[in-house]
């Protein structure tokens, strides 16, 4: 029986944008290495699919008010992997401000040195200042960032394809280390890239690292059909997750890949009592910490438009908002204005709706309540598994892996343990064959599945 | 007393381009990271200040028969970095197929993760073929290469000063997380490079990485001269040795930095024997598994004559060999044609004698004149420590560990225990000031020596 994938988003103090203000936090150790390796040992030990770091090149607006520095995954993961044997490991990545061939290194050594359980988050990067950081006048357009990102993938699959399987030989008597017959160049020439390649180092324990996806604009979509092999997206309701659900895995059927193959994960942040009131205090407890210059600022970002000075406890202005086509692209611009639609929320009540995960499912509830909900997602074509992105950190993962992940076990929705010990074992997908492979001259099938 | 500094320098089998075929070698774990986990761990009970890992952004030649895969330094050296707690981890990176803001980040996230352990090896990539994996028609020239290098340096210094000391507030009561009047962007707009910043992670426990150079060209010396603190170099005599120490301390002293605080590091590649005889034996079976189609293609590189055809027991054909204005750059050279001019060698004898180190000083003997050679060199001006580079690991590194150390430590010339816990506090060099710490709006004196 198919069960449900989970990640652990981990986000520095928690995903609540005033997890660092709570009484439980440790906002002292967010810089502290053994902090998140404790976190991904916590993870590992509910048999969690994988630890998930999302990035990107620049600083965040408004540190002032949340610890919304940067942690660097590729180094980040790497510690972690250290203090781990199974649990995955995504770190996001750019395709617009890394080089492909130092992020085929990266994650190359990544999925080496964790025995085959590294995963690849491929953005294009949001944030516009990011532009800046690079020599750039202007942070490229979505579209051309997209067509960078699809020969980006290209070069990279390219490259860790480059090494066969059985390149490395190390036959120490006739002093043959590797054959080189089956180390290739991968002399890629296209319209915005050129690599020649071979990586240098050896094929890696999966093969390529797991492609997991974020964006769910119509290029982004069209991006994930192509190429992702898990989808990170953001529903605030069932019937939106179900409508997204059945988008993509027809969007991946028609790019001719097997929708079972490609895992739909949407956030969820749960708040956890041992009553639904209990839930609801904490929820609200958090809701008292936000400081509304920060949410104000953050929620300029989601709709285009700053509130500053209007009545927080009065309605949205529906009518200033800019329209769809006017914000150009970005589906979480859609989900807050559904929620305007939907609940009809004072600018306050809209303020801590988002504050939660930025625009992410956030429900409180007792464990059974979550475990419920988490089901009826999961076995309403809503999602197959999701991306848990618990309010605070690290009580507010123990509390899920404590109390949530035994009921969702006993449901028989969840493994009790691992089946094996790389990220494409934990996702049931297969370990892609080099595509040099069947190009050898003697004309052997590829190896590998 | 100034004592010795010792970094290892890690290389996948050992340093001898045969040490992978040695009988004591473990080949098939030179992907694994626990291998090397466990050589610094070695390293780092014997009190060693760092752990040094080379790099490249291309496959080296001839990989058929020897380990010149490329280990990626800043995710391996995270991993080894959460296996250890004081020994220092220096990672190379290049300043030519790096963008500055992805390099900043590596570095101040290793030396987060370590509790400030990170030195940079500053290179600016001397493999031709690198240019390929990067859309470049050409690899830049060396002079363009150390232009951008060095602004470079100024572009990643500014980053990492770019958040002051205690720009990192946490003030849960009053829902402060950080003073952004002491994080700075650097708008940095240069001939080369442009950069607004700031960083997106707080400043880091050494304040900078310890800048690490090993470029012995002019263009090199002169780098080294205005940035590094550590220089590592090759010299096969004495002689040679000081006179380089003397040039590089006299130009640091023109650049108007202090020479003390720059510490002069020659590799040395010691074969160990419990008599001479034994010592030189062993090196004789390391010179018995070279290959010369490898050794004599490793040749063509420092030469840049082909060898192949030759009688191998004949002379080196001095004559034909380049000059150094045909060579253009790159001290190695000099270094291989010195051993010619002294030595004269048989062209097998030459190969031997670089398959040690590529030009580095291999030596061998009995622990006792290990320990008086590297002592003769340390008080005779030619070192302030050494870049110890076995020939095979590990047990290459344990018996310098187990034999020599403890001799230099009798001696009073290594240390018995660390001081501190960061690479600066190995080294004693004194942790930087942010650069925007004087420029506080409040007049403030700088923060930090």
Do not use: C
């Amino acid at each position: 029986m198919t069960q449900l994938n989970l990640n652990l988003f981990v986000y520095p103090a928690g995903h609540h944008e005033a997890a660092w203000r709570f009484r439980g936090a440790e906002p002292h150790r967010v810089l502290d290495i053994t902090y998140y390796q404790e976190l991904a040992r916590r993870a590992e030990a509910a048999t969690f699919d994988a630890v998930f770091f999302a990035d990107g090149p620049s600083l965040p607006d408004n540190v002032r008010y949340a610890s919304r520095f940067r942690l660097e995954p590729f180094t980040w993961l790497s510690a972690i992997a250290a203090a781990t044997s199974h649990i995955g490991l995504i770190a996001t990545a750019s395709t617009t401000y890394l080089e492909p061939y130092n992020l085929a290194r990266l994650f190359a050594s990544l999925d080496h040195l964790s025995r085959g359980r590294a995963g690849w988050n491929i953005v294009t990067t949001g944030a516009p200042q990011a532009a800046q950081n690079f020599g750039l006048d202007e942070h490229p357009a979505h579209g051309s960032r997209y067509a960078r990102a699809d020969e980006f993938v290209e070069v990279v699959t390219a490259l860790w394809d480059s090494w066969e399987d059985d390149a490395l030989v190390i036959d120490q008597e006739a002093g043959i280390f590797a054959d080189d017959t089956k180390i290739h160049p991968i002399d890629h020439s296209g319209e915005r890239l050129r690599v020649r390649g071979p990586l240098n180092t050896p094929r890696i324990p999966q093969g390529r690292p797991v492609y997991v996806q974020a964006g769910s604009s119509e290029d982004g979509k069209g991006f994930a059909a192509r190429h992702a092999e898990a989808i990170f997206t953001a529903h605030q309701t069932l019937a939106n997750a179900r409508d997204f659900y059945a988008d993509v895995k027809s969007r991946v059927k028609a790019a001719g890949r097997d929708p079972g193959l490609v895992k739909v994960l949407p956030g969820i942040s749960p708040f956890i009592g041992s009553t639904e009131a209990e839930a609801l205090a904490l929820r609200e407890e958090f809701n008292e910490l936000t400081q509304p210059e920060y949410s104000l600022h953050q929620l300029r970002h989601l709709l285009g438009i700053d509130l500053t000075g209007y009545d927080l406890d009065g309605p949205v202005p529906r009518e200033e908002l800019p329209t769809h086509e006017q914000r150009g692209y970005g589906s979480r611009f859609q989900v807050v204005v559904d929620i305007i639609d939907r609940e009809q929320p004072t600018i306050r009540q809209l303020l801590h709706h988002l504050a939660g995960a930025r625009g992410h499912w956030v429900t409180a509830g007792t464990p059974e309540q979550i475990a419920d909900r988490m089901q009826e997602w999961f076995e309403g074509g809503a999602a197959d598994g999701f991306n848990v992105m618990p309010p605070y950190l690290n009580g507010g993962f123990d509390v899920f892996a404590d109390e949530v992940v035994p009921i969702l076990r006993r449901r028989g929705l969840f493994r009790k343990e691992y089946d094996g010990s790389t990220l494409r074992s934990h996702y049931g997908l297969p370990r892609p064959a080099s595509q040099y492979a069947s190009r050898a001259p003697d004309g052997q099938a590829p190896t590998g599945t």
